[in-house]
T-cell receptor, first 116, second 111 residues
Framework: SAVISQKPSRDICQRGTSLTIQCQVDSQVTMMFWYRQQPGQSLTLIATANQGSEATYESGFVIDKFPISRPNLTFSTLTVSNMSPEDSSIYLC?????????????FGEGSRLTVL | LAKTTQPISMDSYEGQEVNITCSHNNIATNDYITWYQQFPSQGPRFIIQGYKTKVTNEVASLFIPADRKSSTLSLPRVSLSDTAVYYCLVGASGGYQKVTFGTGTKLQVIP
């Protein structure tokens, strides 16, 4: 299993600013993911954070808006750039442990961003 | 990616058994079925996983018919603390294949 810590847990941000969310895993992991959960909605995968290479973004998400770093096997950051009120969401970091087909996803507690 | 369909919401009284069904008509041969639970202000957490027939653990049972086109999560004797959103996922649990979270089922347990 894994313990995943995210910082900040919540923040209130001004329109046009950027915020970086940190994700720390207590052991080395191959895969790290970033999800967004808008109010009252399900989770949407933003990107897969790859160690040593650029992140792989899902449709509708771009690197300029959501730059991601993965400097090592235990840490990743997600930046939400040039924020607007539509970016108000919970951002969740996750990783997986287990076999290729049966791995279990572990999530951090999430970072709740409110953009004014 | 196999798409899943679940009821949007369900209500249940305390002490009752709750069954939440998920449809996944396009499930692939090597896909597993995994259920997650999410409480407000928390990330989802793993409940149970199965491939076929029945799986049981300390918190739930998972029933999967032979055609695997649906699955049913069974929560025995729910309590107020089981009020949460329950997600059915099909595929690898995000590790080496993409998975998609569906709408989930919001379970409200009533005293």
């Amino acid at each position: 299993s894994a313990v995943i810590s995210q910082k900040p847990s919540r923040d209130i941000c001004q329109r046009g600013t950027s915020l970086t969310i940190q994700c720390q895993v207590d052991s080395q992991v191959t895969m790290m993911f970033w999800y967004r959960q808008q109010p009252g909605q399900s989770l949407t995968l933003i990107a897969t954070a790859n160690q040593g290479s650029e992140a792989t973004y899902e449709s509708g998400f771009v690197i300029d808006k959501f730059p991601i770093s993965r400097p090592n096997l235990t840490f990743s950051t997600l930046t939400v750039s040039n924020m607007s009120p539509e970016d108000s969401s919970i951002y969740l970091c996750s990783t997986v442990f287990g076999q290729e087909n049966t791995g279990e996803l572990f999530f951090g507690e999430g970072s709740r961003l409110t953009v004014l | 990616l196999a798409k899943t369909t679940q009821p949007i919401s369900m209500d249940s009284y305390e002490g009752q058994e709750v069954n939440i069904t998920c449809s996944h008509n396009n499930i692939a041969t090597n896909d597993y079925i995994t259920w997650y639970q999410q409480f407000p202000s928390q990330g989802p957490r793993f409940i149970i996983q199965g491939y076929k027939t029945k799986v049981t653990n300390e918190v739930a049972s998972l029933f999967i018919p032979a055609d695997r086109k649906s699955s049913t999560l069974s929560l025995p004797r729910v309590s107020l603390s089981d009020t949460a959103v329950y997600y059915c996922l099909v595929g690898a649990s995000g590790g080496y294949q993409k998975v998609t979270f569906g709408t989930g089922t919001k379970l409200q347990v009533i005293p």
